[in-house]
């Protein structure tokens, strides 16, 4: 597991928390539970918020830009120059799928700055 810039610690225990729930409905209340999608894949447009709310489990530089086509604030709307990466909340999910069980939250909750990103 490397870990990423875009930490999201929040969103980490938001999944361990559910996640660990959901175990305890299966086993203890005998819930048959079929499956469990994560909201949302990526950062994305929020028609309440617009661009501003954060969180999903890839970040995404919207490469914020001019778009001439635009009907209002057309120099701040994404662009094509737009670029994702994984946080942190990516890599736990992960980590649970590939061991197939519940995991210790506390690896994927540090953040790192990119002068010590490996």
């Known amino acids: 597991y490397q870990r990423r810039v ?3 610690a929040q969103r980490v225990m938001f999944y361990a928390n559910y996640t660990s729930e959901m175990q305890k409905a299966i086993y203890e209340d005998g819930v048959n539970v079929k499956g469990y999608t994560a909201w949302s894949l990526m950062d994305n447009f929020e028609w309440a918020k617009g661009y501003v709310e954060r ?3 890839t970040f995404n530089d919207y490469g ?3 778009d001439p086509n635009a009907p209002m604030n057309q120099y701040s ?6 670029k994702r990466s994984v946080k942190n909340s990516f890599h736990y999910l992960s980590a649970v799928l590939q061991a197939n069980q519940l995991l210790d939250p506390k690896p994927f909750l540090e ?3 990119e002068s010590s990103e490996a």
């Open 111 to 113: 953040q790192l700055d």
């Open 55 to 57: 969180f999903g489990v």
């Open 77 to 82: 709307q994404p662009t094509v120059h737009q």
């Open 64 to 66: 914020f830009g001019y």
């Open 6 to 8: 875009h930490g999201d």
